[in-house]
């Protein structure tokens, strides 16, 4: 069982910077991938990124490639998502959520993959 809470989120200027933390509890988090995903209102919930277990293998929707980052310390059971050249359509509920021990498929981007789910944090571009 994986319990997770996330924080961070806020309202930020086009082109400002968020990062979002992820808090954990559980005995097994590390060996649990994480992903982020975000939702709009109106629309369904959107993949954002994913970090395996090891931190090693890491994927992005391309929206935010090269300027979201994704990251992990297992020691402290967090996950984050750094923020960077924020836009309006960025702005979404953001949860992060954990897969089932030994998931190794490809399909991470799909939220019915995500055994685990926090609350979800409020991020609020303005343009």
């Known amino acids: 069982q994986v319990h997770l809470a996330e924080s961070g989120g806020g309202l930020v200027q086009a082109g400002g910077s968020l990062r979002l933390s992820c808090a954990a509890s559980?005995?097994?988090?590390?060996?649990?991938?994480m992903g982020w995903f975000r939702q709009a209102p109106g629309k369904e919930r959107e993949f954002v990124a994913r970090i395996s277990w090891s931190g090693r293998t890491i994927y992005y929707v391309d929206a935010v490639k090269g300027r979201f980052t994704i990251s992990r310390d297992n020691a402290k059971n967090m996950v984050y998502l750094q923020m960077n050249s924020l836009k309006p359509e960025d702005t979404a509920v953001y949860y992060c959520?954990?897969?089932?021990?030994?998931?190794?498929?490809?399909?991470?981007?799909?939220?019915?993959?995500?055994?685990?789910w926090g609350q979800g944090t409020q991020v609020t571009v303005s343009s």
């Open positions: 559980g005995r097994n988090f590390g060996r649990h991938g």
């Open positions: 959520a954990a897969t089932p021990l030994g998931y190794a498929g490809n399909d991470y981007d799909r939220p019915t993959r995500y055994d685990y």
